[in-house]
């Protein structure tokens, strides 16, 4: 079967420095995935911080990358340096052409900025 | 933009109670979704569909119902509510599956006392 599995429960990070979140899937399905990472903000729905469709590729957004790897089964988030405002949860999710197009997410990530 | 809305935004019943989750989409999306969100469970798809009168199980949907009764509205029913249904749920939609961008609801905070 399908499953994204993330940094778990809560990552702390100050203010400017570094972030990196990681993100490994697994897929029995012949067909790559499409990988996603999602953002939820306190008291709002989930929201789409980028996507990658094809597999080598990098998708950026708001300072954050993530890069497809498929040698390594990786989607993992990076941020150079982070603000407060990015305090929120993140989720990877998969897609998964060949699997009646379901979507499944990892467990999410709580990533706490101190100032 | 695409607008998902769900109601009520918070709901408290009792063990046995019967309620019903609401979710309208306004940007013709095909697919629509519902899912709960617990601590150390991630979002999990309760149920979907593709349509009007489309109905496709998720992957935990025992003591749930669906309907979709048009394009834009897809309702979550729970008939006999327990406490183990105590989650924050959220909607979705969708133009089509996999590669598309997924539209989420703000969330429904459901409390089964």
């Known amino acids: 079967g399908d499953s994204v599995t993330q940094t778990e429960g809560q990552v702390t990070v100050s203010e400017s420095k570094s972030l990196i979140i990681n993100c490994t899937y697994s897929?029995?399905?012949?067909?790559?995935?499409?990988l996603f990472w999602y953002v939820r903000y306190p008291g709002e729905g989930l929201q789409l911080l980028l996507k990658?469709?094809?597999?080598?590729q990098k998708g950026s957004s708001r300072g954050f990358e993530a890069t497809y790897n498929k040698e390594t089964t990786s989607f993992h988030l990076q941020k150079a340096s982070v603000q407060e405002s990015d305090s929120a949860v993140y989720y990877c999710?998969?897609?998964?052409?060949?699997?009646?197009?379901?979507?499944?997410f990892g467990d999410g990530t709580q990533l706490v900025v101190k100032p | 933009e695409a607008a998902v809305t769900q109601s009520p935004r918070n709901k408290v019943t009792v063990t046995g109670g019967n309620v019903t989750l609401s979710c309208r989409q306004t940007n013709s999306h095909n697919y629509m979704y519902w899912y709960r969100q617990d601590t150390g469970h991630g979002l999990r798809l309760i149920h979907y569909?593709?349509?009007?009168?489309?109905?496709q199980i998720g992957d935990v949907p025992d003591g749930y119902k669906a309907t979709r009764t048009t394009q834009e509205d897809f309702f979550l029913l729970l008939e006999l509510a327990s406490p183990s249904q105590t989650s924050l749920y959220f909607c979705?939609?969708?133009?089509?599956?996999?590669?598309?961008?997924?539209?989420f609801g703000s969330g429904t905070r459901l409390t089964v006392l």
């Open positions: 569909s593709y349509g009007a009168g489309n109905l």
């Open positions: 979705a939609s969708s133009d089509r599956a996999s590669a598309e961008t997924l539209y």
């Open positions: 990658v469709i094809t597999a080598g």
């Open positions: 999710a998969l897609g998964d052409r060949g699997n009646n197009n379901r979507i499944f």
């Open positions: 897929t029995t399905s012949i067909a790559y995935p499409n």
